[in-house]
């Protein structure tokens, strides 16, 4: 059989007497924005977005004898007090997982065995997508970048799909490979007509870099969204990029002072799924 865990704990371990019985698979609720117009009828939308998800799953607790059945129940509840797990519920290749906490356990036992309960489960998911366990990258090698015109030049441009069903929030690494200072970064994602440029605490020596984080769930602790080095907060304005399922276009622009820049550039990025 397989298994559907939340964090270690398997909701669907046959042999220890837990039975997943339902589970929701509803794709990711999106809620318009909605405008009247005038006195017409109808309504305009002005936009939209998708907010946290609930998931409810059935799960069937079976013990040996009464007393065996309430401590199977106080296990799961002890898994359950956990924040912020992986609730897993796919069998797919890709083995996707939502971050989640569980918000409600409720619990009847079996008219028909005193050794049975049902337990319906809510989980709430902050994130409303599925996350691929696999992570991506692309990269572009160390070398010269591309004139522009006077002391802006370019990495190559770059067009890859972040795959998965929803958008994608990659983490993206820069790092100057000479002793050129770079005294501004404009990444540019033109599919969507993004723009993130950052203006301060640049790489001004060889191996300096760069950490833009698209996700802002993915900072690390203590840290900034953009930052020189690991530790230095950078300034920025803009629109941070995301990472379309399909092909996404890319161009990340360099300027200096003098000199000819060089660098490497990495996205790394988890594919999400709507359901």
């Given amino acids: 059989m397989p298994s559907f865990k939340f964090g270690s ?14 589970k929701d698979i509803d794709f990711a609720e999106v ?8 006195h017409l009828d109808g309504l305009k939308q002005t936009g939209s977005v998708i907010n946290e998800r609930q998931i409810q799953v059935v799960v069937e607790v079976i013990g ?18 956990l924040k912020q797990q992986q609730l897993t519920l796919h069998t797919t290749s890709d083995n996707r997982y939502f971050i989640a906490d569980c918000i409600s356990a409720k619990t009847k036992l079996s008219g028909e065995s005193a050794v049975s309960a049902l337990v319906n489960l809510v989980f709430l998911c902050q994130t409303p997508y599925a996350i691929a366990s696999a992570t991506s ?38 790092v100057n490979t000479t002793t050129v200072a770079w005294t501004q970064v404009t990444i540019s994602e033109t599919t969507d007509n993004r723009v993130l440029t950052i203006t301060s605490n640049l790489p001004a020596t060889t191996n300096d870099y760069l950490d833009v984080y698209c996700d ?31 092909t996404t276009n890319w161009t990340i622009q360099v300027t200096v002072s003098s000199g000819t820049p060089q660098g490497s550039a990495q996205w790394t990025w988890n594919a999400r799924y709507l359901r």
Avoid: W
């Avoid at 704990?9 to 339902?22: C, H, K, Q, T, V």
């Fill in 31 to 38: 809620k318009p924005t909605l405008q009247k117009l005038a």
């Fill in 137 to 174: 990258t692309q990269s572009i090698a160390a070398g010269a970048l591309t004139n522009v015109s006077g002391t802006t030049y370019k990495f190559a441009d770059q067009s890859f799909a972040g795959g998965g069903t929803a958008i994608a929030l990659p983490s993206i690494h820069l």
């Fill in 64 to 81: 040996s004898s009464r007393t065996d059945l309430e401590n199977k129940l106080d296990t799961l509840d002890a898994a359950l007090l």
């Fill in 216 to 246: 802002f769930n993915n900072i690390p602790s203590g840290g900034y969204s953009v930052q020189k080095n690991g530790a230095t907060a950078c300034a920025f304005n803009g629109t941070f990029p995301v990472l379309q399922p399909t």
């Fill in 9 to 22: 704990f398997d909701m669907n371990a046959n042999s220890s007497g837990y039975f997943l019985r339902a």
